[in-house]
């Protein structure tokens, strides 16, 4: 859809697992370009009360079992692997119209090209057009909302806050709102804030006064917190972006079309965990592998990558919505208590 690859910013840092993010780099050749974008001692997770005092810590252990890395940075490396000319950007899908076996799909872009094929994958994202074409489910609401804005050159400018996050991810959370600030390259902390609110609150509010939105978004948060963990929203340096939660639903379906899949976020989208985009990830190299394994004949290659997928995208979803909702529900405080305390045992127990 975008007009080049640096038509926008590609968001913050993910977290690449080592059992299907990796996986996916491993089969692509690519594990030494991702190493060199690899933002060493980011796997460390801070844990706060909203007055400021540490609940607890996880330390990075340099094992690179879940490194963070830089959305664009990513996208970039996977880009250049590429043939040139194989990406045709400007491409916004319009509307798809699926054959029947006797016609090719047909995709409308747009920019008012259409092309026709007899293959087609939907990695389309949460709004795909690709899995609207097979009636499949759109996405719903969550009920929670995150307000991001950055802070730059945070060791000269943001020293308070620097120490607050420390080299990776700081969470403190009160029921149903709390500040997520996380250390990223070149000196940045993305904070996002938190918020359960209904969509009408967000329509309400002028986000392109920084000041305003910012101040308006802090008081939100209620009382008791620490003026260092507001500064982080408070002292925000660019126009805060409020990002609704969507997800599809659990055990949704889509028509299966001969000669259409979906993967990625088409596919299973679920409220940020760190998951989606490793999942992802991962249906592209399995589908590849199924269609390699069976390049005349795509349905068979199709069925045995669903067989896989399907399965594990339910479970990987029920897992990613209780996983949300603990860690930023409403009894989010005392489960990261009870994490930390499950994790000094096991760490005790271990030693």
Same mark, same amino acid.
């Given at each position: 859809a975008e007009a080049s690859p640096s038509g926008r910013t590609q968001g913050g840092q993910l977290d690449i697992h080592d059992f299907n993010g990796q996986v996916a780099l491993q089969q692509c050749q690519l594990m030494d370009e991702f190493h060199s974008i690899v933002n060493m001692g980011a796997e460390a997770m801070r844990f706060?009360?909203?007055?400021?005092? =540490?609940?607890?810590?996880?330390?990075?252990?340099?094992?690179?079992?879940?490194?963070e890395v830089l959305r664009g940075e990513l996208r970039r490396i996977l880009i250049e692997s590429l043939p040139h000319g194989?990406?045709?950007?400007?491409?916004?899908?319009?509307?798809?119209?699926?054959? %029947?076996? $006797?016609?090719?799909?047909?995709?409308?872009?747009?920019?008012? @090209?259409?092309?026709?094929?007899e293959v087609l994958i939907g990695a389309d994202g949460a709004w795909s057009r690709v899995r609207a074409s097979l009636n499949g489910a759109m996405p719903e609401y969550l009920g929670t909302l995150w307000v991001e804005t950055f802070l730059h050159d945070v060791e000269?400018?943001?020293?308070? @806050?620097?120490?607050?996050?420390? @080299?990776?991810?700081?969470?403190?959370?009160?029921?149903?709102?709390?500040?997520?600030? $996380?250390r990223e390259a070149n000196d940045v902390i993305h904070t996002y804030v938190v918020l359960k609110k209904p969509l009408e609150w967000m329509q309400s509010v002028d986000f392109s006064d920084r000041e305003r939105a910012l101040t308006l978004v802090a008081e939100q948060l209620g009382q008791g917190w620490a003026p260092e963990l507001l500064e982080l929203v408070t002292r925000g340096e660019t126009t805060p972006v409020a990002r609704p939660i969507w997800g599809l639903p659990l055990e949704h379906t889509w028509d299966r079309v001969p000669g259409i899949m979906l993967i990625g976020d088409a596919?299973?989208?679920?409220?940020?965990?760190?998951?989606?985009a490793n999942w992802a990830l991962y249906d592209g190299a399995q589908l590849a592998?199924?269609?390699?394994?069976?390049?005349?004949?795509?349905?068979?290659?199709?069925?045995?990558?669903?067989?896989?997928?399907?399965?594990?995208?339910?479970?990987? @979803?029920?897992?990613?919505?209780?996983?949300?909702?603990?860690?930023?529900?409403?009894?989010?405080?005392?489960? =990261?208590? %009870?994490?930390?305390?499950?994790?000094?045992?096991?760490?005790?127990?271990?030693?």
């Open positions: 706060l009360n909203p007055d400021g005092e =540490l609940v607890g810590e996880i330390p990075d252990d340099g094992e690179l079992s879940n490194p194989t990406i045709q950007w400007g491409h916004k899908i319009a509307s798809v119209t699926p054959g %029947d076996g $006797h016609r090719p799909h047909v995709i409308n872009f747009a920019n008012g @090209s259409s092309v026709s094929t000269k400018n943001h020293p308070q @806050s620097a120490a607050l996050v420390g @080299s990776g991810a700081m969470l403190a959370m009160k029921p149903g709102r709390g500040i997520f600030g $996380h596919a299973h989208l679920t409220p940020p965990d760190g998951d989606g592998q199924a269609i390699a394994a069976t390049p005349a004949d795509i349905d068979t290659a199709f069925n045995t990558f669903a067989e896989q997928m399907l399965p594990r995208s339910a479970a990987s @979803s029920t897992e990613g919505y209780q996983s949300f909702e603990q860690t930023f529900g409403y009894n989010a405080p005392a489960n =990261l208590r %009870d994490m930390m305390n499950r994790t000094k045992t096991y760490g005790h127990q271990h030693q």
